[in-house]
């Protein structure tokens, strides 16, 4: 039985009197609309739509469907549809139907009738597609000269096929030219010379191609190292002897019930109390005057509810200061802190608590000291009677000219501490310690001290900051040249940071400085000390891993104030970090010099540039994240290739000083190829023109 031909169109009209006119689109502006198919029978396994509009042709599968939301550019277009069952055989087709479209919300309705089953066209099989660095070669095996091959494209996110070209029969390959994805798709379908009829879609294969797995690492300019000259080498490091002489006893209580009843117990065994830290339980004591024991014998005092332990101490870990000599800010270059200082200077808002000797207020007329405390004498006297705290904050201006500065006392004015003061000052600075409140409390904590032994108290001072607070802390890792960090700086919450000096124009670990550290920074030495600032103002030189710590700690404080999340600083430290030894972390440097400028550019990125070794045409290119810790394999075309790799941190788009520029020689890429190739990416000097 012939069915009847339905052919309508229904229009929603959404247009109002007085706006019709807005609801007008531009030729190149996409409409949407709704294609429904009107077929009585059972839904055939493919019915195909023929869109088109002038030169363009899109078609469009639907298998088990009737029905599609469509976009096309405005205009006037021609719609067919036909319906093949699985052997390819039209079995169904609509008229053709001229559209105007012009207006969002058009409901487009083909009704198919059934037609006398024509015999089918050919299909095409193994066909193939390799993506060449002149674009993406397809190609199959040839037809009769009566058949004319017509190439269909569509991308992973469309739903049309677009057409690209009718070739001339017998044709057996065709090269796309312009820009292809590896996502792209690609079919084949042949059209009889003089009848007109076209045979079913035919799909190519995924797009073959050569994977190419980078690996790269940047090698910087360190050449104006090599342009500082000793004026007048300082004395030989005079950094204090580790020292384990105590004066006083740290009572360590079990449980807060046991602290409750402190003050009984510990008179009960001849102790008398000297001060208190209630977040930790701990309490420090001396023996009374007519005890029989000596300290050594009371360190060893254990009790159910308390124990004893020496009161251990802290020293600063620097050289004695000397005057300025003229050695140039060479450590502001090694952090990349010019480059830095254009992104963020810092912010008042910003506070660094530096527990220490103190800090002479006098030294610095454009910086915020914040009130402190001193734990040595306890009172709110913070003023620096041995003169290392002050040189600590000196450093810390330098790096962040924008900044506000909390003093917390620590050190006496033999720059040494204890145990029992450095713990308050810790939960003091974060503002954690519930007998002396700190209105203030820092973001970040610089230690310019420390012990060889580890100690319980600055141990669990540590962890109450790093549990309850967001306070990044920072340590010098020790002058010993040990295989490990001292404490506090070997706590895994406390980045430690080692020394870097200047040896034949290369940054090296100073040799005084301890292994292992999380970063180095620069340190400096008796041949090449750091620019500070001494009490009363006075300009010195002076090296040591105390001169490092603040370093980073004035780093981490740009990067807070340039909206770094607390959480992010270390991460980002690690991937941005200028890498001197083996690839990764090492015991000599850790993760690597701290690089201010990098860190300061969470999203910075190189361009990786592939190109045909045979036309120098552009066939690729990829931007990879600096702090990408691995980069997936990039898909490129097979045939003789050679990348370039271009991190532009000067003048855009102009290759100059300071960028960082590799170039590969020429390699083979062969379809299903896996290429490894590592870019060292190297700076380019001042001297370049």
């Not at 409901?107 to 674009?135: K, Y």
């Not at 003050?263 to 001060?275: F, W």
Request: aromatic share 10%; proline share 7%; glycine share 8%.
């Amino acid at each position: 039985m012939k069915r009847k031909i339905y052919l309508s169109l229904f229009l929603m009209l959404s247009l109002t009197l007085s706006g019709c006119l807005g609801g007008l689109f531009s030729p190149k502006q996409p409409v949407s609309f709704v294609l429904e198919l009107e077929w009585e029978e059972e839904t055939p396994d493919v019915f195909e739509i023929e869109m088109k509009k002038g030169g363009d042709e899109h078609l469009l599968i639907l298998e088990g469907a009737k029905i599609a939301e469509l976009q096309l550019p405005a205009g006037t277009w021609a719609f067919k549809a036909v319906a093949r069952d699985a052997d390819g055989k039209i079995f169904a087709q609509s008229a053709e139907q001229r559209l105007k479209l012009r207006q969002e919300g058009i409901i487009l309705t083909l009704t198919l009738e059934e037609t006398p089953a024509e015999t089918p066209l050919p299909e095409v099989f193994d066909l193939s597609a390799d993506w060449r660095a002149a674009g993406v070669y397809l190609y199959w095996p040839p037809a009769e000269e009566s058949f004319a091959p017509e190439i269909f494209r569509r991308s992973e996110k469309d739903r049309l096929w677009e057409k690209q070209a009718r070739l001339k029969p017998g044709t057996a390959s065709y090269l796309i030219e312009n820009d292809a994805e590896l996502s792209d798709e690609f079919a084949l379908r042949l059209v009889h010379e003089k009848e007109g009829r076209k045979g079913p879609l035919n799909y190519f294969g995924p797009i073959k191609h050569a994977l190419l797995d980078v690996k790269w690492r940047f090698e910087h300019d360190f050449s104006y190292l090599e342009e500082l000259r000793v004026q007048e080498m300082l004395p030989a490091a005079l950094f204090a002897a580790p020292s384990f002489e105590y004066k006083d006893l740290i009572a360590r209580f079990h449980t807060a019930a046991d602290y409750a009843l402190r003050a009984e117990l510990l008179q009960e065994a001849g102790l008398v109390i000297k001060r208190e830290l209630p977040p930790l339980l701990a309490v420090l004591v001396e023996p009374a005057l007519d005890s029989p024991l000596s300290l050594e014998e009371w360190s060893h005092y254990f009790q159910a509810e308390f124990y004893l332990a020496p009161n251990l101490p802290v020293q600063a870990e620097a050289s004695p200061a000397y005057g300025a000599e003229s050695y140039g800010l060479w450590n502001q270059r090694l952090l990349h802190l010019p480059q830095a200082w254009e992104i963020s200077q810092g912010s008042r808002r910003i506070r660094i608590a530096v527990l220490d000797s103190g800090i002479d207020p006098k030294a610095f007329n454009d910086i915020e000291i914040l009130p402190g405390y001193n734990f040595i004498g306890e009172d709110d006297n913070t003023n620096d009677d041995y003169g290392h705290g002050t040189q600590v904050a000196g450093i810390i201006t330098q790096v962040m000219p924008q900044v506000s500065l909390q003093p917390v006392k620590v050190l006496d004015q033999r720059g040494s501490g204890t145990e029992f003061s450095v713990s308050a000052g810790i939960l003091y600075a974060a503002g954690l310690h519930t007998e002396r409140f700190n209105p203030t409390p820092a973001h970040i904590l610089n230690m310019s001290l420390g012990q060889i032994s580890e100690s319980s108290l600055i141990g669990e001072a540590v962890l109450e900051v790093a549990a309850r607070s967001e306070a990044i802390m920072v340590a010098a890792a020790g002058n010993y040249g040990l295989p490990r960090p001292i404490y506090p700086a070997a706590y895994p919450a406390v980045l430690a940071i080692g020394a870097l000096t200047n040896s034949g124009g290369q940054p090296v670990r100073a040799d005084y400085s301890n292994y292992a550290p999380d970063f180095t920074a620069p340190g400096g030495s008796k041949e090449f000390p750091i620019r500070t600032v001494n009490r009363g103002g006075r300009p010195s030189s002076t090296f040591g891993t105390s001169i490092a710590a603040p370093h980073a700690a004035g780093v981490i404080g740009l990067m807070l104030a340039a909206g770094t999340a607390p959480a992010d600083v270390k991460p980002l430290l690690e991937a941005t970090a200028v890498d001197l030894g083996p690839l990764g972390w090492d015991e000599e440097f850790g993760a690597g010099l701290i690089n201010a400028h990098w860190a300061l550019r969470p999203n910075l990125a190189f361009q990786l540039f592939v190109y045909s070794a045979a036309s120098g045409k552009l066939v690729r290119q990829v931007e990879i994240p600096v702090a990408a810790e691995d980069f997936q394999p990039i898909a490129v075309p097979e045939g003789e290739l050679f990348v370039k790799a271009w991190l532009d941190l000067g003048e855009l788009g102009v290759r100059d000083a300071g960028d960082y520029f590799f170039r590969s020689h020429p390699f083979p890429a062969g379809t299903e190829d896996e290429i490894e190739l590592e870019l060292v990416l190297e700076e380019i000097p001042a001297s370049y023109n």
